[in-house]
T-cell receptor, first 115, second 109 residues
C-alpha cells in the first residue's frame, strides 16, 4: 500500500492563475481532507470530502473548491491565485470521521509557489 | 475560540535528558487531543492520541483539563527523536484537526 499519494509534488504559478492538486487516499479509506500549511505554521483545515460531498469546511474563501470522485480520490482547486496562497497543501485520508479520535494518514504534500 | 498553542518553536536537549513539549488548548467542549510528528524527509504521522492512553516510542501525554494542557513527555531523549512535533485537537463528532504551530525537537549526542 503506497499510502496517500499527491500530485504534483511541486508547482509554480503566477497571480490570478488557477491550480488543481490531486490526491489518492490510502487503500480502504473513503474520506479525504485537505490542509494548507504555510511556512512556519501548522496545517490549517480547508475542507473534507465524503461520499463525493463536502462535509466540513474551514475558514477559506470560495476560491478554494474541491471534488471527490467515486473511487474516493480527490482534487483541490484554487482560483485567482494570490501570493498568500503559496504553501504546502496536504491531503489526509481516514475512516475517522465516524470514529472518535481516529487517525489521519497524510500525503507528502504539494508545494505551491505563487509568483 | 478553538486554538492550540505550542509556545516553543525549538527545544534542544542532549541525549538521555528528559523532554517535555508543551501544548495548551482552548476549546468549548471536550476535545480529543493528538500529537503528530514529522521526521526529516518523512510525512506527517500520528505519534499518539489521548483516547488510546498509550505510550509510543517512550513518549506519553497526559490530558489536564483543569490547565487545558496536553504536554508530551519522554524521560530519556534519543537522537532519533529529533523531529517536528505538532499538537492537535478535534471535536467529538468530527476528525477535523486544529493544529498548533509545532515545536522542533533537536536531540544532540
Amino acid at each position: 500500500d503506497a499510502g496517500v499519494t499527491q500530485s504534483p509534488t511541486h508547482l509554480i504559478k503566477t497571480r490570478g492563475q488557477q491550480v488543481t492538486l490531486r490526491c489518492s487516499p490510502k487503500s480502504g479509506h473513503d474520506t479525504v481532507s485537505w490542509y494548507q500549511q504555510a511556512l512556519g505554521q501548522g496545517p490549517q483545515f480547508i475542507f473534507q470530502y465524503y461520499e463525493e460531498e463536502e462535509r466540513q469546511r474551514g475558514n477559506f474563501p470560495d476560491r478554494f473548491s474541491g471534488h471527490q470522485f467515486p473511487n474516493y480520490s480527490s482534487e483541490l482547486n484554487v482560483n485567482a491565485l494570490l501570493l498568500g496562497d503559496s504553501a504546502l497543501y496536504l491531503c489526509a485520508s481516514s475512516l475517522a470521521w465516524r470514529e472518535v479520535g481516529g487517525e489521519l494518514f497524510f500525503g507528502e504534500g504539494s508545494r505551491l509557489t505563487v509568483l | 475560540a478553538q486554538r492550540v498553542t505550542q509556545p516553543e518553536k525549538l527545544l534542544s536537549v542532549f541525549k538521555g535528558a528528559p523532554v517535555e513539549l508543551k501544548c495548551n488548548y482552548s476549546y468549548s467542549g471536550s476535545p480529543e487531543l493528538f500529537w503528530y510528528v514529522q521526521y526529516s524527509r518523512q510525512r506527517l504521522q500520528l505519534l499518539l492520541r489521548h483516547i488510546s492512553r498509550e505510550s509510543i516510542k517512550g513518549f506519553t501525554a497526559d490530558l489536564n483539563k483543569g490547565e487545558t494542557s496536553f504536554h508530551l513527555k519522554k524521560p530519556f531523549a534519543q537522537e532519533e527523536d529529533s523531529a517536528m512535533y505538532y499538537c492537535a485537537l478535534s471535536g467529538l463528532s468530527t476528525d477535523k484537526l486544529i493544529f498548533g504551530t509545532g515545536t522542533r525537537l533537536q536531540v544532540f549526542p
